[in-house]
């Protein structure tokens, strides 16, 4: 007997090992029959938790554990050894999980794009003889070049493999995740405009707006106003950070002039909006203590506004009311680049939505191109919703538009403030990618 195997190594082959952690830090370890369960505030905690079980375990059979592990980003194996390292296992397709795992529901995620390949392209080959002094070598590449090699793993047990020194690649579900940040980090060469839509109140209009301008602000930097276009005292300013005053558009429009003269600075719209600290963006007020009939804005007003918005701003996300014949809410349209329309999973909000499309689709060649190019985000404001019902929703709105996200149910978005570092993982996920659909229309 060697001196590496303990002297009461379980005798026969190492054992079948698998791990399944929840995104709470809950799971389990199971080794053959035997179920460790873990319980630990966050899943990197209960990662470190399976490890130190799979060790221990490792060291008792005097042999590396292949072990199967399931987590919120995905299923892959690991090779665990009894002094503690960890190496990933060959990378062969795992098409199921162990029959021991017990099913556990966990609510859908969004659509994901896939990844946008980033190809380097091949340099010119020049024609001798326009250029003799040319001289291009078959397989010469520049060492300047970028290598094409995606940078290590950074998320799950593929992160904290590459965090000691194992050159793990990122898993799709990574690289899909870096793409849409890519997407929503991009720049324009001109101001964009998006409109927030959908007849019905509680849609979900105003979280939209400001997730969506939370996940252009961070991962796009500065330039983001969430404008409330809003009719009858719209909710915007009541779910964001209110700055030192209490200035709304109404305060604005007076001094439109002087703020599209050549002399004005960006940094005197601080007067009159309000700056978000944590997510990075701007959000322009309506005077939600007002009646309507007290603060009616025109389509000129939209117009004032608009240009100085697109002055000062790169991206203009225009939260809306719910009159659809309100000539403030279709110069809106007249002057969104990117149209976004809203439902949760209740039918009355998708029914509102989808004959919004089918109107606009009518109504002039613009919306129509609008209609047909929109993203629809279907959120989950009910825990209850089934499967089925979000399923119908999805088909339904099919043929109405570009791209349909699904953001899933979250008690962080329901009332009060709303900011993304609140939000659960899977949420601030499917955001990110509901607003890279997005961005792919811009």
Not at 86 to 94: G, K, L, Q
Not at 212 to 241: H, K
Not at 363 to 368: D, M
Request: overall charge negative; charged content about 20%.
């Amino acid at each position: 007997m060697s001196d590496e195997t303990p002297v009461h190594a379980p005798s026969g082959p190492p054992p079948a090992c698998a791990v399944f952690l929840r995104s709470n830090g809950t799971g389990e370890v199971l080794i053959n029959k035997d179920t460790s369960a873990i319980t630990c505030p966050d899943i990197a905690t209960g990662r470190r938790e399976a490890i130190a079980i799979l060790t221990e375990a490792a060291t008792r059979y005097g042999a590396p554990l292949l072990v199967t592990c399931s987590d919120p980003e995905g299923l892959f194996r690991l090779v665990v050894n009894g002094d503690g390292t960890v190496t990933e296992a060959p990378r062969d397709p795992i098409a199921t999980p162990p029959t021991a795992f017990h099913p556990v529901y966990t609510p859908p995620v969004a659509d994901v794009p896939a990844p946008i390949p980033f190809v380097n392209p091949a340099p010119p080959v020049m024609d001798s003889e326009e250029d003799d002094e040319e001289l291009v070598i078959p397989g010469r590449r520049a060492f300047t070049a970028p290598s094409g090699t995606p940078l290590p793993a950074e998320q799950g047990w593929r992160g904290a493999l590459a965090r000691r020194g194992i050159p793990v690649p990122p898993s799709e579900a990574e690289l899909a995740d870096r793409a849409a940040r890519l997407m929503v980090a991009r720049h324009w060469p001109m101001p964009k405009t998006i409109a927030v839509v959908n007849g019905k109140g509680g849609a979900g209009k105003t979280p939209t707006t400001i997730c969506l301008a939370a996940v252009f602000g961070r991962f796009g930097g500065s330039g983001i106003l969430a404008w409330d276009n809003n009719q009858t005292r719209g909710t915007l300013g009541w779910r964001t950070e209110t700055s030192p005053h209490e200035a709304t558009l109404l305060d604005l429009l007076p001094e439109v002039p002087r703020l599209l003269s050549p002399s004005a600075q960006a940094t005197e719209l601080t007067r009159f909006v309000h700056h978000q600290s944590h997510d990075l963006y701007d959000v322009l007020r309506s005077k939600s203590v007002l009646l309507a009939d007290e603060q009616r804005i025109t389509p000129e007003n939209v117009d004032a506004i608009w240009r100085v918005a697109t002055k000062f701003y790169r991206l203009i996300i225009m939260d809306s009311g719910n009159d659809e014949s309100d000539p403030m809410w279709r110069r809106m349209i007249d002057r969104a680049d990117q149209l976004v329309t809203v439902t949760t999973t209740r039918v009355d909000h998708a029914e509102a939505g989808a004959l919004l499309l089918e109107a606009l689709m009518r109504r002039n060649e613009h919306s129509a191109r609008l209609a047909q190019q929109s993203v629809t985000i279907i959120t989950q404001a009910d825990i209850k919703a089934t499967e089925e019902s979000i399923r119908r929703i999805r088909v339904g709105y099919t043929p109405l538009c570009r791209n349909i996200a699904f953001i899933p149910y979250d008690p962080n978005m329901l009332d009060g403030p709303l900011l993304y570092d609140n939000l659960r993982p899977a949420t601030q996920r499917a955001w990110l990618h509901a607003a890279a659909a997005v961005a792919e229309g811009l």
